[in-house]
């Protein structure tokens, strides 16, 4: 056959990822029924098949970093991407712990029967096909494959471009579990090329799949949420906020503040603005201040607290509604916790937020009245995270306010049926 | 001031829109706080107003309907149109009933402790502001105005340009109850205006509505999926279905099948396709046909259903994926659950199905199995309702699988955040 022949009977771009999608509700519609015993089975085998394919892995990332350096990636790049012994230990490893949760999967989350003798009972049922689309971490690969399979849905990878080879050597090893299980190849798929214009067709493919889950930067959220026709479940934003109020007790305000900016600065969770009641301005400002400073972290405040430091730098009106992700915070002090509330209705991002009090009616009114996901009283809004709520791993923290709002676990990959069991009933 | 001057200060509809839109956000913010008790008053002094105002809401029907006759309206638009006495009155019977509802706000959902000592718990919140975008019926605008004050959101309405006056007369009272109970007027708007550009403007302003719910014909809700940058909750097809089963006792497989097909074909719970196991076509067939064309239904039927009455007429392919609305019916003998769980994957809506039975493993797979909103063991598809659910008054029923599934409540209509409470936590 001549090339342009091949050519000719090469199926589009669009063809392709079609026969992905039908391929992807055709395996949700088995795994939807599959019982939890095949789907941990499943994981269990997909664990080890990534500790017995881990020389491929690693092959196949090394050649992603020859790459990857090769392009010029930052440092911080380069080690997202980078793979070792351990890291694929820990993806094996976090596969396994999603194995080990409850199956959302036919969970009755209420049932009730009606004057009428109708039993009504509201069932968890898998949400269907999810396309996930992520950066260059490759591990994204097996936790979001992990995670669909646990929750019944089928899922659609599409990793970066970088991890490009690892991404296949982790999937292989995920389609092995789904095999040894006697469950669809096709429960998890991944995007076999790299063409930025797969993502496009992705996005409107609403008839295969039903929920688009991108991670990454703001500028992948922004296209997605921009171009998708299909509902999407993103975090865009966490401006969050640490309030030591005028009840704190200096010493755990100390210790939520540098814990909650700096024990990582890059997760989302992370404190960006610090705001200080002005009735302990006196006795708070300087020390919480001086913690931040004597960690290395840059202050950017207003002019009160400039004056209780000459490292402070002034604050611009743009750093109140930034999200650092850095060792960088903002810090105002405000007349209350009423200011505080407005402050971050203005501000915030709806993501985490905190005080810091002894005052029971200062926490009431803020944990009712900042409408975030998350609102915290006396912790760390580091604690913003899945894991740390109990839910196992997480695909994400939503910041979106419909489905599923905060850490997003196996739970909030389901939707629910109404079961209705009668005895005749026609409706008079 | 001239005419030229009095335009230039005119407001642009974007700017109006705007307006509107920040008013809402900012009403929200009240509403989200507000007591039951004055949401409830509200709604009393609503349905108060509504009765006072008869006389003027039905002389704005009038206008509405002198306009609506010339404009040579359909006899069914016309009565969806009209506003009586004792429309206006079940109007506010509907306020009160939905005064009467546990109100959702503020409802723990979970809680749990971590082994770090957090207390967390979900606790439910209004979604914000909830744009809704309707057609003819007038009542809408009470309905939909009262659930959504009831669930501590602010609405913006959209009602069609046909009840215009009525609309307006309805929201008037509407307000008055706002007004009456010390909480913002702004909480229930209506745009001022029948400019269609106004809804294309709507369905962009995603800072200011955090949910659209269109309720109208087909045209109305695709236009809205296909345009809107904020999140639907929509009901788009209910093509519904009766299987009676092989283990069917008949008596109650032909009272089924009536009611679902004809005790109101217009709904989105009426059946549109009647499924019967051959293993009992020869028992069962001839009368459930006879039942159907006795009452006055066109029956559309494949060879084996042909075969048993001669008024029967052949369907074709269209006819599976039709939702007819209307006293016609589809009828198809097929071989055992099975193929009537294929049947209705292949050309359901992921509605309300249901299935007639005494055979206890045949309602558990087509239960189990079918993937729609409702699945129903003997009993009709017409209870597809949220009154009939329990839930009182419904703002729709979504045929989406995200948020919400099936009737939409209050309880719909919230979403939820998570309230963390420590004694100075710190993230390891």
Chains 1, 2 share one sequence.
Not at 186 to 191: F, T, V, W
């Amino acid at each position: 056959m001549s090339i342009a022949e091949q050519l000719a009977d090469a199926p589009s771009l669009q063809q392709q990822m079609q026969a992905i999608g039908d391929q992807a509700r055709s395996a949700s519609r088995t795994l939807a029924q599959a019982s939890t015993e095949s789907k941990n089975a499943a994981l269990h085998a997909a664990a080890a098949a990534l500790r017995a394919q881990r020389p491929a892995i690693l092959a196949a990332n090394a050649e992603d970093m020859v790459e990857a350096e090769g392009r010029g990636l930052s440092k911080a790049m380069l080690d997202r991407l980078l793979l070792t012994d351990e890291r694929v230990e820990a993806m094996a490893a976090g596969v396994e712990q999603i194995a080990a949760l409850p199956d959302p999967v036919g969970a009755v989350t209420a049932t009730w029967e009606r004057p009428n003798g109708l039993e009504i009972s509201r069932v968890r049922v898998p949400l269907g096909v999810i396309g996930i689309i992520y950066e260059s971490r490759p591990n994204v690969t097996a936790d979001a494959g992990a995670l669909c399979l646990k929750s019944g849905n089928a899922a659609i990878l599409r990793g970066g471009s970088e991890s490009f080879r690892s991404s296949a050597a982790i999937h292989a090893a995920l389609v092995a579990g789904l095999e040894a299980a006697g469950l669809p190849a096709a429960a998890i798929q991944r995007l076999p090329t790299r063409d930025r214009a797969a993502v496009g067709i992705m996005l409107t493919m609403a008839d295969s799949i039903d929920i688009i889950v991108p991670r990454g930067g703001r500028s992948l959220i922004e296209r997605v949420q921009a171009e998708s026709r299909i509902p999407v479940i993103a975090h865009l934003d966490g401006n969050c906020h640490v309030y030591v109020d005028g009840g704190a007790d200096l010493e755990m305000a100390r210790a939520i503040t540098v814990n909650a900016k700096l024990r990582r600065t890059g997760i989302c969770g992370a404190a960006e603005t610090l705001l200080v009641d002005r009735r302990v301005a006196d006795s708070h400002l300087a020390p919480l201040v001086g913690d931040l400073l004597a960690a290395g972290c840059e202050v950017r405040g207003d002019a009160d607290t400039q004056a209780v430091d000459g490292r402070v730098v002034a604050a611009s009106k743009a750093d109140w509604d930034t999200e650092y992700l850095d060792a960088i915070i903002a810090v105002k002090v405000v007349d209350g916790v009423e200011a505080a509330i407005d402050h971050v209705a203005r501000h915030g991002s709806q993501h985490t937020d905190c005080i810091v009090t002894d005052d029971g009616a200062a926490a009431d009114a803020f944990l009712a009245r900042v409408d975030s996901a998350i609102v915290l009283h006396n912790a760390s809004t580091q604690y913003a995270d899945g894991g740390e709520f109990g839910m196992g791993a997480e695909i994400g923290i939503s910041t979106n306010r419909l489905h599923a709002r905060g850490p997003v676990g196996v739970e909030q990959l389901t939707s629910y049926k109404y079961v209705v069991r009668g005895t005749g009933q026609c409706r008079p």
